[in-house]
């Protein structure tokens, strides 16, 4: 899959894509990134890519024109056929791993990054087909979602991360019903007087997973109470999920 990213500071990215385990979804061409810049596709000696927006106001406005020709050069490169056009944005849907999903499993996409005040809207009217939000905050600009997107399909692809089963456990996957995952212990046994729960140092395997299980229904009915309603909906909740929950009601 190919991911172009139209961004005014590429080298943002650099050592991103060079960094961590995803690399190995960079290095390998399992996700494919090029990166474009609009200034390169700026007219006059400023490659200037920003006005005063109409009406006044504070800020600049990133202008439509080279952006839409950096677009087009992107598309270009990509074979000439349509790819999803996707800008980070407070407007856009909020990024759940069910999306994620779906954008691991595809082709790709060209990720527009804003910055300033804004993109001028008829861009977004005339080219853009997918808006994506991290949450209800505003950052500087699109590259941390983009990275954040990047990351989060890399991981997903086969042979990336070290075991395969990792990411089968992570938080909000459907393989845990859509919880949120449970705690982690390590080495030393005790750290700092704490110990570490006795259940995961029995060796019993079915008492660990039931005890995981509890956790998860745990964390989740403190922090993401709604996700719960979702599995319970979903029928995803068995009898002995329900007696764990009931426990911290």
């Known amino acids: 899959m190919r991911f ?30 090029v990166l474009w810049s609009p200034r390169d596709f700026a007219e006059g000696n400023y490659r200037r890519v920003d006005d005063r927006p ?28 349509a790819a999803p056009v996707v800008l980070f944005s407070p407007a856009g849907e909020s990024l759940r791993h069910a999306a994620v999903e779906r954008w691991a499993e595809g082709e790709g996409a060209v990720l527009v990054c ?21 949450g209800d905050f505003v950052l500087s600009g699109g590259e941390i979602p983009a ?12 042979g990336v991360l070290g075991d395969e089963a990792s990411h089968i ?26 110990g570490v729960p006795g259940v995961l140092l029995s060796g019993h395997h079915a008492q660990i997973e039931r005890w995981r299980r509890d956790q998860r229904l745990t964390a989740t009915l403190e922090r993401r109470p709604e996700l719960i309603e979702a599995a319970r909906a979903a029928g995803r909740l068995s009898a002995a999920d329900e007696k764990a929950l009931q426990k911290k009601l």
């Open 4 to 33: 172009d990213v139209i961004t005014l500071f590429p080298e943002l990215f650099t050592p991103f894509l060079a960094s961590g385990v995803t690399r190995r979804a960079f290095e390998t061409g399992q996700v494919e990134v």
């Open 54 to 81: 109409f009406g006044g106001g504070p800020g600049m406005v990133m202008m439509a024109e080279p952006l839409s020709a950096c677009l087009d050069a992107a598309l270009a490169d990509r074979g000439g056929g």
């Open 114 to 134: 804003g910055r300033y005040e804004g993109i001028d809207q008829r861009f977004i009217d005339a080219r853009v087909t997918h808006q994506l939000s991290l």
């Open 147 to 158: 990275m954040a997107l990047l990351d989060a399909v890399a991981r997903l692809q086969p």
């Open 169 to 194: 456990e992570d938080s909000f996957n459907p393989a845990l019903d859509g919880l949120l995952d449970c705690p982690h212990y390590t080495r030393p046994e005790q750290w700092q007087g704490q």
